[in-house]
């Protein structure tokens, strides 16, 4: 049951409500502050043109949804440029016309016309739009609409499997020069936002890994560079959500040469000899999964040896406290941990690596 104020008077066409959509949200962008009474006006037609969308796009609960009107739906909106002028207009809604908007949104990127996805079709050739959508993160009262419109962005690429473009819109997220800005955003004072930022951060490094691989690939030095920032950071959250992605995403199969890249440098495993000194046991645990493969590399660097040899004593010692605590998954980190604490001491007997 709805219990929205406004309801449909009556029944509209897919034109009409388009135009009416399109008309409000212009009112919007050219009334002024002064003329109160008409942007009231304004954003009143604004929310209930957004209802009567949205009871389009997915029935009122007791009618279900006419496919034929919602297919003419989408092409008079991407015709109209109207998504353009929803993300742009964004600022200017109220909390619940925005709330319709990113619900509309995510059923207007999910709806084929015949086999195409015209709305996903319509930002790959609009990238500015989610340009916008990232920097949002900086205005704090669209910042999570625009995270949710974003993420629903990034799940496409698997839904666009025989477009020759496959995947731009995600890829041009990740080459694009507001990838870096959400660095910055996963460490906003606001804490919803800063986690909004996070779960989309964590969407691009994982939703479809073969295109992140090629991503780190090219580049490796400038991602990790930022990303150190992120696990030696003085916010615990930031640490532990960090290095938690790390041990993820560098398992996967596609990135498997990342990871034995990563593996070879000796300031990696430094962090994460720190990390496992970290105050959390929950860091801890997440480190210690990346800090065992340090180890158990078959080709470790000779650097990589000594710093192991020398530090046995202390390492041997954080290892025999840490454990998970948890059943059959404790026997397993058990008898990873015993196998990693005999490489270490097997080193420090190693002629030449304490000293060397």
């Known amino acids: 049951m709805s219990f929205s104020f406004f309801k449909p008077s009556r029944p509209k066409t897919p034109?009409?409500?388009?135009?009416?959509i399109?008309?409000?949200l212009n009112a919007l962008d050219t009334k002024t502050v002064v003329d109160v009474k008409a942007l009231e006006k304004a954003s009143e037609e604004v929310e209930k043109n957004f209802v009567t969308l949205k009871y389009m796009l997915q029935g009122d609960g007791e009618v279900e949804p006419n496919m034929e009107q919602v297919s003419q739906l989408v092409i008079e909106i991407c015709k109209e440029d109207v998504l353009t002028l929803m993300v742009h207009e964004l600022l200017n809604l109220g909390w619940a016309a925005r709330k319709d908007l990113v619900h509309c949104w995510s059923i207007l990127l999910k709806h084929k016309v015949e086999s195409t996805h015209c709305c996903v079709e319509y930002i790959e050739n609009h990238l500015e739009l989610l340009d916008f959508l990232v920097v949002s993160y900086d205005s704090k009262d669209i910042a999570l609409n625009c995270g949710q419109m974003l993420?629903?962005?990034i799940k496409f690429p698997t839904l666009a499997k025989n477009c020759s473009n496959v995947a731009w819109s995600f890829r041009y997220i990740l080459d694009s020069a507001c990838f870096e800005l959400f660095f910055k955003f996963v460490e906003l004072p606001n804490f919803d936002v800063a986690s909004d930022a996070f779960s989309t951060f964590k969407d691009l490094l994982s939703k479809h890994d073969t295109i992140v691989a090629e991503y780190l690939t090219a580049h490796y030095s400038e991602f990790f560079d930022l990303y150190d920032k992120l696990l030696t950071s003085p916010n615990y959250v930031t640490r532990r959500q960090s290095v938690k992605l790390l041990s993820e995403f560098l398992f996967e199969p596609p990135n498997s040469s990342?990871?034995?890249?990563?593996?070879?440098?000796?300031?990696?495993?430094?962090?994460?000899?720190?990390?496992?000194?970290?105050?959390?046991?929950?860091?801890?645990?997440?480190a210690f999964h990346i800090f065992k493969v340090f180890v158990a590399n078959p080709n470790k660097p000779q650097e990589v040896k000594m710093i192991l040899a020398r530090n046995h004593e202390k390492l041997v010692e954080l290892l025999i406290d840490l454990s998970v605590g948890k059943g059959s998954e404790d026997e397993q980190f058990e008898e990873e941990k015993e196998m990693i604490i005999k490489e270490i001491v097997r080193l420090s007997r190693v002629p030449n690596l304490l000293n060397g």
């Open 22 to 24: 399109k008309d409000s």
């Open 258 to 286: 990342i990871m034995k890249r990563f593996i070879l440098e000796v300031h990696y495993l430094k962090v994460m000899m720190t990390l496992l000194k970290d105050s959390s046991k929950t860091i801890q645990i997440y």
């Open 151 to 153: 993420r629903e962005c």
């Open 15 to 20: 034109q009409e409500v388009v135009r009416a």
